[in-house]
């Protein structure tokens, strides 16, 4: 008897004297693996419509977001769910980015937060579009208050002369070392050494991280944040500012270190195209992306904006890396502390979380397809963990003749032929 096994690719398999139980097994096994919906954003509420957010915590617990506007938006929240509008980086205005702006006081672009003790670094572009003249200045303050801000002056800039963007900034933390993530389009993202002294550079050398080979280059809007032992490279490919017509998406890579090597899932480089797929359109979300990743209580939050037919709006869900790779997964709001630990952004103490492994039980297991069958959301650890029993099973079938005997022997009482009587008679 021939059966095809849901997998990816369909895996064919030649069954000789397999009873329908284990084949039923196997099945239920799989379902976690193509049936699970994107998760919404978290709930939020109060004044939430913002572009290219960025989000500092400070040591008080409160949040700051900061925002594509002139004069760069604030908002603050005390339990990220409820924000408030309070003013601008730049109440009056930001004359020195007039040049690249092309206007009096216009659009300052993509800002990038980061608290460091008791410090708001604030990375932010001027620039106008489909234009090189594009330039990144640095703003400071120990209070993130309207009128609190420091202006540090011009970082970083481009011109027609250079092969990439100078837009979309993202300070990078390694240790005593401190990197500046940029570009847009043109040659994709590049990085630039900072001085940890400072916030300006230090080097006139510039590194290529990522690179869309297609779309006419559409990627911009890094965003680096280390989990464990890898360094990830977030990214917004395609267009943005659209609407619903927006086709933004975002995409990311993986490496060992913050100053290059990223690849995908595939092991496809990202200077070579490569990119995982994070988050997209989905159930009447339009074009998520601008992103950004912090550390909260509950773990690391991705950070976006998206689209609907009424605005651009403040998109937050958490991120399980618990496969080794980032998964959007539902978030409540007000955050409720997590018994696991992760690399902050605001500091350079690295810990490491415990992965699911196969080792679950099919009892486990079949608990979370059971709970899936009856409307649940199946969590990313527990699709991980029937991925990887999964993986196993195929592996010590590869022989068609062969039986595993795992199955006879941990199948739960529960799940006898009784409960199993009704799949049988589907088949």
């Known amino acids: 008897m021939v059966y095809w096994m849901f997998t990816s690719p369909p895996l064919l398999l030649s069954i000789t004297s397999l009873d329908m139980k284990l084949l039923l097994l196997v099945g239920l096994l799989a379902t976690p693996l193509i049936g699970l919906a994107t998760p919404s954003p978290a709930t939020v509420a109060g004044d939430t419509f913002t572009h290219d957010p960025t989000i500092c915590k400070d040591s008080s617990g409160k949040y700051w977001l900061f925002s594509t506007a ?3 938006d604030i908002r603050s929240s005390t339990d990220r769910k409820t924000w408030t509008y309070v003013g601008q980086i730049w109440p009056s205005g930001a004359s020195w980015t007039d040049t690249y702006t092309g206007t009096s006081n216009g659009n300052l672009w993509a800002p ?9 670094w604030v990375y932010y572009a001027a620039s106008s579009f489909g234009s090189q003249n594009s330039a990144i200045f640095l703003a400071t303050s120990t209070t993130g208050a309207p009128g609190s801000w420091t202006n540090q002056g011009l970082v970083t800039s481009s011109s027609t002369s250079n092969n990439y963007n100078a837009i979309d900034p993202n300070l990078v933390i390694d240790g005593s070392n401190w990197y500046l993530a940029l570009g847009s389009w043109w040659t994709g993202i590049k990085e630039l ?32 944040y280390k989990y464990g032992s890898y360094w990830y490279l977030f990214s917004s490919w395609d267009v943005c500012c659209q609407g619903v017509n927006s086709t933004y998406n975002i995409r990311v890579g993986r490496s060992t270190s913050p100053t290059g090597g990223f690849v995908d899932q595939s092991g496809v480089a990202l200077t070579s195209g490569g990119g995982t797929l994070v ?12 992103q950004d990743v912090f550390d909260d209580i509950d773990g690391p939050i991705l950070v976006y904006h998206y689209y609907t037919s009424t605005g ?4 937050l869900n958490r991120l399980d890396f618990s496969s080794g790779w980032p998964v959007v997964v539902d978030t409540t709001n007000p955050p409720t502390a997590r018994t696991t630990t992760t690399t902050t952004k605001t ?4 810990t490491t979380k415990t992965s699911t492994t196969a080792t679950t039980t099919s009892e486990q297991l079949l ?19 029937s991925l990887a029993f999964i993986k196993t099973i195929i ?7 062969k039986r595993l005997p795992i199955f006879s022997s941990v199948l739960p009482p529960k799940y006898d032929e009784d409960w199993l009587d009704p799949w049988k008679a589907e088949c």
């Open 70 to 72: 002139p004069g760069i």
């Open 112 to 120: 990038d937060c980061t608290y460091i003790n008791g410090k708001f």
């Open 193 to 224: 050494k900072l001085s940890s002294s400072t916030g300006f550079t230090s080097s006139s050398t510039v590194t290529a991280l990522a690179q869309r080979t297609a779309a006419s280059g559409a990627i911009e809007a890094a965003s680096l």
């Open 279 to 290: 988050l997209s359109t989905h159930d009447g979300i339009y074009g998520p992306g601008g």
């Open 312 to 315: 651009s709006w403040l998109g």
């Open 347 to 350: 500091t350079t103490t690295t």
């Open 367 to 385: 608990g979370m397809v059971s709970a899936e069958d009856k409307g649940g959301r199946v969590e990313p650890s527990a699709y991980q963990a």
């Open 395 to 401: 592996t010590a079938n590869a022989s068609p003749t």
